[in-house]
């Protein structure tokens, strides 16, 4: 399955590297994907068949291949003030980015994010200028003075939120429920191997119990692979509220919360310009969640 640089995703390498699979009769292996878009490009290619990946970047899949529009089959996190847009301290609010420019990686969550900031202060998009790059690349630009503002997450954005020279001027925390991770999974894949699917839920569960059994050696590991200090790997964690077992149920069901953000994100994003309305949304399902 395909992860991106994201401290939740890190629970599923945490599950490769202990082989937490195999009680399910699961090998699992990840495989890295530098950008929310390598990720979904490769996804629409057919390189992998499970994902985990954001809700923006989920309707962006469905609209760039609705033939592989895909199922939701577990919430991992809800980000809670962790996607941030950072500016230099000189700009107070988010009407300072009028005729700026900011920087942002080529996905629909960092697009997302900006919409609904820009919404708050009614900043049309064209007034902004824009700069495409990587995350590494984007703090670079801001601490160089290149743009006035990026939007980031962690663990890229633990130093500048520490730092004086920068300001948080809009979180994920304003708009609670809408930046959601999910593990999505193509359709026809599931239909054929659900146990498999099954598998990795009860993978992602042991992958989480482990943490709180041994959370030293765990911490250690996930933070190595995101070249953090296990310290700052639990910073990044506290914009992150992490869905247990009882959340799934509900948020999944056809009309749960995960339709409802879908719905209400597709039509934002299609007044916005960003999207097209002709295609379908991904499709939340309880089907591979354990039983009662």
């Known amino acids: 399955m395909a992860i991106t640089s994201w401290p939740g995703y890190e629970y599923l390498y945490l599950a490769e590297q202990r082989r937490l699979g195999q009680r399910y009769g699961l090998d699992l292996r990840v495989r890295q ?165 099954r598998a990795l839920v009860r993978t992602w569960w042991a992958a989480q119990a482990l943490a709180r059994a041994e959370p030293t050696s765990s911490l250690a590991l996930m933070a190595k692979r995101e070249q953090v200090s296990p310290a700052e790997f639990v910073a990044s964690e506290r914009g992150i509220r992490y869905l247990g077992p009882a959340d799934q149920s509900e948020m999944l069901a056809p009309t749960g919360s995960v339709a409802r953000v879908l719905a209400r994100m597709a039509d934002q994003m299609v007044s916005a310009g960003r999207l097209s309305a002709k295609a379908p949304l991904p499709m939340p399902t309880q089907a591979f969640l354990p039983k009662p």
């Open 33 to 197: 994907y530098n950008s929310l878009e390598d990720q979904r490009f490769a996804y629409g290619r057919g390189e992998v068949e499970v994902i985990a990946t954001t809700l923006p970047d989920a309707v962006a899949i469905c609209q760039e291949v609705p033939k592989r529009c895909p199922e939701l089959f577990l919430v991992i996190d809800e980000s809670h003030g962790a996607d941030v847009i950072i500016s230099k301290s000189d700009i107070g609010h988010v009407r300072g980015l009028v005729g700026q420019t900011v920087g942002l990686e080529r996905t629909v969550l960092a697009e997302y994010l900006l919409l609904r900031a820009f919404e708050t202060k009614q900043v049309p998009f064209d007034q902004v200028r824009f700069m495409h790059e990587g995350p590494i690349a984007l703090v670079s630009a801001l601490s160089k003075g290149k743009v006035a503002a990026i939007v980031t997450y962690p663990p890229h954005a633990n130093s500048l939120r520490e730092d004086s020279l920068y300001r948080v001027l809009f979180s994920s925390a304003q708009i609670p429920g809408e930046i959601v991770n999910v593990l999505a999974v193509n359709p026809v894949f599931a239909k054929r191997h659900p146990g498999m699917i």
